[in-house]
Nanobody, 115 residues
């Protein structure tokens, strides 16, 4: 059974930085694609960043150049470094693990960007 636990969310001022972490249980992490999604109030969940099992990355246009996704297979952990945060980045951020089409989600962590 895969469990994903996110951490690192919080309140930050515009222009600030946060680093989200997502630790996965189970033995399939190293062969899984990992993703970060977010959902703002009244909006649909959207993809923020992805990293494949081989380390290839993909970003939403709105965060490209500001956010960086990385993974540590030895720790079963994926990270999202968020810099130059904007109020429109405010959302609940979710970690996703995709293993050959089998999807798992974390419980989410709140990120609020406000002065």
């Amino acid at each position: 059974q895969v469990q994903l636990v996110e951490s690192g969310g919080g309140l930050v001022q515009p222009g600030g930085s946060l680093r989200l972490s997502c630790r996965a249980s189970g033995s399939w992490f190293s062969i899984s694609a990992m993703g970060w999604y977010r959902q703002a109030p009244g909006k649909e969940r959207e993809l923020v960043a992805q990293i494949t099992r081989d380390g290839y990355t993909n970003y939403a246009d709105s965060v490209n150049g500001r956010f960086t996704v990385s993974r540590d297979n030895a720790r079963n952990t994926v990270y999202l470094q968020m810099n130059s945060l904007k109020p429109e980045d405010t959302a609940v951020y979710y970690c996703n693990q995709n293993t050959i089409g089998d999807n798992h989600w974390g419980q989410g962590t709140q990120v609020t960007v406000s002065s």
